[in-house]
C-alpha cells in the first residue's frame, strides 16, 4: 500500500518519437486509477515506465516515499498482470505464484501459506498443481492475479488484463478485480482501452491522447464535464453528439434552428449526449430519422440535425416514428467546445 | 485424421515407391549387406571370405585398440558437443539483447554455416597447417610447438577446435530463435519477479529453452560422432595409426585401407545400433517431458 507521485515524467524514443508528453500526477493511497485511451495513445508506455519495463526520460517516479525511478522491475515492489497473462509455461500454478515470492527471501512455510490463500481467495485451489496449458483462459487470468497477489506489493499493475477474455467473463473478472482490490485496499493503475472497464472500474480515470493525459477525474466528472471533445467523444456509448454551430448574442445557431447558450461569439461546438435528447412535439430542434438500431430497452435513432450526423438514445415505447422528429435539448444537458482547440468553453 | 480415398488401389503404392526405393537402396540394402559381411572374414586380397561367426565382433569386444578409439570418440563427442552447445548459448543470449545492428550482427555470427563442411575441413587444416598456419604461429608466438599429425594432443586439440566451430553457427541459429520464440510478457513477468538475471535466465530462459536445447543436444551428438569425418581426415595427415580417431573414422581405415571388411562391417553395426539408441532416446524424450504446450 503506498501513494504514487509522478512528476513531469516523459518517454522520448531514441528515434525522437514522443511516446509519453510531460505528466504530472498523484494517485493516492488504495485508490484504482484507470489509464483509458485510444491504441497508441501512450497509455501502456506509461504504465510500463512506471513498472520499470521501460526507462523513463525525464521526470521523478516515486513509489511510497521512494524515486524508484533507476531501480530494477523487482526492487519497485510492485506487481503487473499482463494481458495475455505471461504465466511461466513450465511452472505449476502453485509454482507461478510463489516464484516472486522465492527470489524475495521469503521461508517456505511464509510462501506455502500466502500461495494457499490466494489461492483460496481465487478459487484456484484445486487446480495448484496443473501447468498454465492445462487451464482455462479465466483460469489462467486469476493466476496471473495470483502471482500479483501473494507478493503483497505497494502497487498492482494491470496491462489490458482482461482483453482477451469472451464479454461475459470479461464482466465477471472485472467485478473480481475490482472487489479483490478494495478488499486489499492496494494502489493500482489500470491500463485498458474499453471506456467501460474504464467507467466501471475506477477511482479517477485519465483519459490519454496522443501521449497527453487530456483529463484526469472521477468517472461521473468525466461522463459529465469532459474537457474537450476528444474525451466527449472517447467516453461514451455512444458517442456523445457534436454539431458545428455559430454562438451569437447569446444563442447558438445550428443550422435554421437557435438552443440559448450564453458565450461569446464565434464558431463553436455543441455537444450532447444521445441519452439526454429528448423527442418531444414541444421540440425546437428538427431531425431527420435515417435508421433504427433496437437494444431492447431502448433504442438508437440514428439521423441528421442540420445536415450532420445525429444519434438519439430513446426509451422504447414501441411507437412508430415519424421520418422527421423535433428534439428538445435539455440545457442542462449542453456542451460547448471550441471549435478550433476542441477545449471546453 | 483424413483419409484420402484412392479408386486404383495401386495408385498409392506407385507414390510411395519413389521414397522407398531410395531408402532401401540407400540404407536397408546396405545395412543388410554390414550386418551379413560381419558375419565373415574376407581374405585381404579379395579372393573370398569365410564365415566366422561372431568372432569379428567379440575381436571387437577384446581390442585394446578399439577400446581406445572408443574412449576418445566419447572424450571427443562430450567436449565438442558442451563447447558448441555451450559457446552457441552464450552468443545466442548475447546477440537476442543487442538492439542496434542486430541483424548485421546475426549474420556474421552465422557466416560460417554457409561454409560447406569439406571447406571447413580444408579451412581448418590451413589454419593449423605447420608452416603457415596463424593459430600454429599463434602458439609458437607463446612457445609451444604445435604438432598437427603428429602429436597426438596437438592433433586431438585441433580436432576439436575445427569441429566445434563449424558447429557453433548452427545451435547458434536454433537457440537464438528459440531465444526469440519465449514471449516478450513472460520475461518482462520474470523482470519483475526477480532482480538477478543469471537466476532468470535459468529459473525461466533456460526450461523454455530446453525444447530446442535438447533437439540440438541430439543433432550435435550425431554430428560429433559421424559428421566430423573430414575434420579427422584431414587432421591425421593420412596417419591414423598414432594420432587419435573417432569410431567412424576407424571403420573407414580398418575397411579400406587395411582391407578388414569383416572387422569394419561389425564396427558399423556397432555404430548402427548406437545411433538407433540415440534415435529411440531423442523420440521418446522429446514426447515426454520437455514440451509444455
Known sequence: MATVSVTDISKTYPNGAQAVRPASFDIADGELIVLVGPSGCGKSTLLRMVAGLEDITTGDLRIGDRVVNDLDPAERDIAMVFQNYALYPHMTVAKNMAYGLKNRGASKDEIAAKVTEAA??????????????????????????????????????????????????????????????????????????????????????????????????????????????????????????????????????IGESAVPMPCADGSVLLGIRPEEVAV?????????????????????????????????????????????????????????????????? | MKRAAFSQPLMPVALLMPQLIIIAVFFYWPAWEAIYSSFFLQDPFGFGSNYV??????????????????????????????????????????????????????????????????????????????????????????????????????????????????????????????????????????????KSGTRRFWDITFPLLAPTAFFLLIINITYALFDTFGVIDIM????????????????????????????SSAQSVVLMVLVLLLTVMQFRMLERRIHYT
Do not use: C
Open chain 1, 120 to 253: 483460496e481467495m481465487l478459487s484456484l485451489t484445486p487446480l495448484l498443481d496443473r501447468r498454465p496449458s492445462q487451464l482455462s483462459g479465466g483460469q489462467r487470468q486469476r493466476v496471473a492475479m495470483g502471482r500479483a497477489i501473494v507478493r503483497d506489493p505497494a502497487l498492482f499493475l494491470f496491462d489490458e488484463p482482461l482483453s482477451n477474455l469472451d464479454a461475459k467473463l470479461r464482466h465477471q473478472m472485472r467485478v473480481e478485480i475490482r472487489n479483490l482490490q478494495r478488499r486489499l485496499n492496494v494502489t493500482a493503475m489500470y491500463v485498458t482501452h474499453d471506456q467501460v472497464e474504464a467507467m466501471t472500474m475506477a477511482d479517477r480515470i485519465f483519459v490519454l491522447n496522443a501521449g497527453g493525459i487530456e483529463q484526469i477525474g472521477t468517472p461521473s466528472e468525466i461522463y459529465r464535464k469532459p474537457a474537450s471533445t476528444f474525451v466527449a467523444s472517447f467516453m461514451g456509448a455512444p458517442p456523445m453528439n457534436l454539431l458545428n454551430g455559430k454562438a451569437d448574442g447569446g444563442k447558438v445557431h
Open chain 1, 280 to 345: 418531444s412535439q414541444m421540440g425546437t430542434i428538427p431531425f431527420k430519422l435515417t435508421l433504427i438500431e433496437e437494444l431492447g430497452a431502448s433504442r438508437l435513432l440514428h439521423g441528421t440535425v442540420a445536415g450532420q450526423d445525429f444519434v438519439v438514445n430513446a426509451p422504447n415505447d414501441d411507437t412508430a416514428l415519424a421520418e422527421e422528429l423535433m428534439l428538445e435539448f435539455p440545457a442542462n444537458a449542453l456542451h460547448l467546445f471550441d471549435a478550433e482547440t476542441g477545449k471546453r468553453l
Open chain 2, 53 to 194: 561367426g561372431a568372432d569379428n565382433y567379440t575381436r571387437l569386444a577384446k581390442s585394446s585398440e578399439y577400446g581406445k578409439v572408443a574412449g576418445f570418440t566419447l572424450f571427443f563427442t562430450v567436449v565438442v558437443t558442451f563447447l558448441s552447445l555451450g559457446i552457441a548459448l552464450l552468443l545466442a543470449v548475447k546477440a537476442d539483447k543487442v538492439i542496434r545492428g542486430a541483424k548485421t550482427y546475426r549474420t556474421l555470427l552465422m557466416w560460417v554455416y554457409a561454409v560447406a563442411p569439406p571447406v571447413a575441413g580444408f579451412l581448418g587444416g590451413l589454419l593449423f597447417d605447420q608452416n603457415i598456419g596463424p593459430i600454429t604461429d599463434l602458439f609458437a608466438f607463446f612457445g609451444y610447438n604445435l604438432q598437427i599429425g603428429l602429436n597426438y594432443n596437438d592433433t586431438a586439440f585441433a580436432m576439436i577446435v575445427v569441429s566445434v566451430w563449424k558447429q557453433i553457427p548452427v545451435n547458434f541459429i536454433f537457440l537464438l530463435s528459440g531465444l526469440q520464440s519465449i514471449p516478450v510478457a513472460v520475461r518482462e513477468a520474470a523482470l519483475i519477479d526477480n
Open chain 2, 236 to 263: 591425421v595427415k593420412g596417419n591414423p595409426a598414432s594420432n587419435p580417431i573417432t569410431l567412424v573414422y576407424k571403420v573407414y581405415t580398418d575397411g579400406f585401407r587395411g582391407n578388414d571388411l569383416g572387422g
